[in-house]
């Protein structure tokens, strides 16, 4: 699919409150993402915007990026999500992650488990966390 939207949604006890897969241009903003297993999963998609959402107490993960390419991840609050807050694989290449607020997970932010962001050419801006992969890009 492309050029959707998910838009003040409350996606509440789903396995993955919201999948994207080969989905190039949508937009998630304004959602309530709560006591799923994955909040939001994206597998082998481009240039998605994810803003502006509340994300907390999925089982594993709050937001999981996976061969995915070209996001904007911003302004988002993502609290007590197990595992992960924001996870985006080795695959993941040149997405942004801005002005978050990540707190209370394993590792609030993950960069492919900790390779250097310059290989990845993911950017991170402005977020507050408190552990992260690599070191740093909290």
Do not use: W
């Not at 080969?22 to 998605?48: H, L, V």
């Amino acid at each position: 699919s492309g050029r959707g939207y998910v838009l003040d949604l409350k996606l509440i006890g789903n396995n993955i409150g919201l999948s994207l897969k080969a989905s190039d241009e949508i937009t998630i903003y304004r959602s309530f993402i709560e006591g799923n297993t994955i909040g939001i999963a994206s597998q082998s998609s481009k240039e998605g915007l994810i803003m502006s959402n509340q994300i907390s107490e999925n089982v594993n993960e709050g937001i999981v990026v996976m061969d995915s390419n070209y996001f904007i991840i911003g302004a988002n609050s993502l609290i007590g999500n197990g595992n992960n807050g924001i996870f985006l694989d080795v695959s993941s290449f040149n997405n942004t992650i801005s002005s978050n607020n990540i707190l209370n997970h394993v590792v609030d932010i993950s960069n492919a488990d900790g390779i250097p962001i310059h290989i990845s050419m993911n950017e991170y801006f402005e977020n507050r966390c408190g552990k992260a992969l690599p070191d740093g890009i909290c």
